[in-house]
């Protein structure tokens, strides 16, 4: 079931995620409700914050954007990313990497808006899948980026809030047109 994404202004988003215990029948219900909505609104990635509920559950899919590659390394080896897409994370963990890098990001909460945000250019994840087995990997690229923005999304921070002042000044406007809308 798609269900409606949670625009930028509802309190929700700022929430952070409650730990989901092994076997939640809901959150495994969930997830597959949050892959549906992220694949119709041709996303990367989903937080359950996003869809209104506030648990440690995010999605992501990257395996369909060609022109921004991703890595994923499980025990330092370059892995098929294919393999682990769609990927679900419950209560993930991550650990960031010293070097850095830019790029572009938007999110489904924030229609029409992007901007240049720097985050660590590798990410190690620890989390557990729908079953309570673990999943662990390295990842680097676009997926790096996305589990970065999801994990904060589990922890009530949006990127907006990693924006230097001057991209977020830039797009001042945007946002007030999207919290009045929420308000509305
Ligand atoms: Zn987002």
Redesign the pocket.
């Known amino acids: 079931m798609v269900l409606e994404i949670v625009k930028y202004g509802n309190p929700v988003l700022r929430a952070k995620g409650l730990e989901i215990s092994d076997g939640d029948e809901r959150a495994r219900k969930l997830a597959d409700d949050m892959l549906e909505t992220m694949r119709a609104a041709n ?1 990367v ?3 359950a914050q ?1 869809v209104g509920v506030p648990i440690q559950l995010a999605v992501i899919d990257v395996s369909g954007v060609e022109d921004r590659p991703s890595e994923l390394l499980v025990g330092g080896k370059n892995l098929d990313i294919a393999a682990f897409m769609p990927m679900i994370l419950v209560n993930p963990i991550i650990e960031l990497g010293k070097e850095i890098e830019e790029g572009l ?6 229609p029409e808006l992007n901007g240049e945000i720097i985050r660590a250019a590798s990410v190690k994840v620890k989390a557990r899948k729908l079953d309570g087995s673990l999943l662990e990997f390295e990842a680097r690229g676009l997926l790096s980026r996305a589990v970065q ?2 994990v ?2 589990l922890n009530g921070i ?2 907006i809030d990693r924006m230097n002042s001057a991209v977020r000044t830039s797009l001042a406007g945007k946002l007030k047109r999207l919290q009045k809308l929420a308000r509305a």
């Open positions: 996303g990635g989903l937080a996003q990001e938007g999110c489904l909460s924030f923005h999801e904060d999304h949006l990127f």
